[in-house]
């Protein structure tokens, strides 16, 4: 017999216990119960006693305003594609290496709501793409939504005063800099590696007795008891090409006329592949510098001309001796 999702089971037993107080046919239904009961029922509403009335879950009005940010609030990432990377001298003469991340035309392409689909989460959009090169279910999805087809999708999950309206644009100056964030990205492949480079073995002996097995991995069993190796043995194998996330990236300058950001040290993957930033969890950001729940451009603001930001260095030289 298959076992049965936990979760199943907890929305049956809320289900039941809604039908069990749930008023006669002359009373209409709460609000609050709609949403349960729609999950089991294939009626988009409630009708009441009358006939007439249909009861639906009611609407959430959603606005791209400022607003002020709290200490459980939670922003939205972004999606960017990785450059490449270079080294920066700073005010100090320190030398600085930078990963170059370009934030290629977000916008907001779907709004979840608790209501709905029983999270808060915003999903985002990054870059074009051709309608030959989509499947039809996925055009249909960005028709409905009446957005312009994008290249890559990516859910954040968000809190409820972070929502943003469908179409809402993400730029580069949705992160300050000196914040930190966190930049999830799918790690080089390598292909099929030995343990040494896999796994940092030592090897076998240079000389005396190693005939051919310089690198190999040695042992990986015992005797007729157990008689097979045990899962998870660190051997040779397929390397590289898994979803990592580098923690606490320092934001070290950004530029809002080409929507490019640099970033102190090195992010997981190649040039041209995507990586997703957001509010880093460790090192959390002063909410008061932070644009919420994003940064919103003034109508007459030119992104040509902004000057790119730097991040504050301070007015001590760290290269001078302490008196």
Known sequence: MAAVPRGLISRINQFLSIRSITPSSSESLPHCSFFLLRRFSSDTGSVDGGGSDIIGAPTRIIEAKQGEMSQSSRRTGIIAVKCGMTALWDKWGARVPISILWVDDNIVSQVKTVEKEGIFALQIGCGQKKPKHLSKAVVGHFRAQGVPLKRKLREFPVTEDALLPV????????????QYVDVTGITRGKGFQGCMKRHG???MPGSHGA????????????????????????????????????????VYKIDPARNLMWVRGQVPGAEGNFVFIKDAW???PDISKLPFPTYLA??????????PLVADLGEVDPFMLAE
């Open 298 to 307: 003034p109508e007459d603001e030119d992104p040509s001309e902004l000057e």
């Open 167 to 178: 179409g809402t644009s993400l730029g580069v100056r949705h992160f300050v800099p000196g």
């Open 211 to 250: 005939s051919l097995s310089h690198r190999s991995g040695g042992s990986t069993g015992q005797r007729d008891a157990p008689g097979k190796v045990f899962k998870g043995k660190k051997m040779a194998g397929r390397m590289g090409a898994d979803q990592r996330t580098v923690k606490n990236v320092w």
């Open 282 to 284: 460790c090192k959390k």
């Open 201 to 203: 073995f030592s090897g």
